[in-house]
């Protein structure tokens, strides 16, 4: 049973810096596709950074480009964002995707993902 379980979301100022964590279980982390998407009130869910799927190469939204970083932990079955120099418009639910199979850019599009898992918050305010 595939299951996906995000934590590190907080209220953080303009500038500062959070790493989110996604704990995967059920399926082998470091061939599948995995992917961070994100959702802000009013807003449709947009892709943020992902892993594709057999080559392992990361993407990153135009808009996170320099800022956030993802890598993962096989041994620990995680994968990470690292959110620097955050801004108010980087406010939104955070959640981590898994798939078998996304190839190339298309790890950025959520509607390639059959498992979620349920969001943690990030608010940046001062």
């Known amino acids: 049973q595939v299951q996906l379980v995000e934590s590190g979301g907080d209220l953080v100022q303009p500038g500062g810096s959070l790493r989110l964590s996604c704990v995967a279980s059920?399926?082998?982390?470091?061939?599948?596709?995995i992917g961070w998407f994100r959702q802000a009130p009013g807003k449709e869910r947009e892709g943020v950074s992902c892993?594709?799927?057999?080559?392992?190469?990361?993407y990153y939204a135009d808009s996170v480009k320099d800022r956030f970083t993802i890598s993962r932990d096989n041994a620990k079955k995680t994968v990470y964002l690292r959110l620097n120099n955050l801004k108010p418009e980087d406010t939104a639910v955070y959640y981590c995707a898994a798939d078998p199979v996304i190839y190339g850019t298309s790890c950025l599009s959520d509607g390639h993902y059959d498992y979620w898992g349920q969001g943690t918050q990030v608010t940046v305010s001062s």
């Open positions: 059920g399926f082998p982390l470091n061939s599948y596709a």
């Open positions: 892993f594709s799927s057999m080559t392992g190469r990361t």
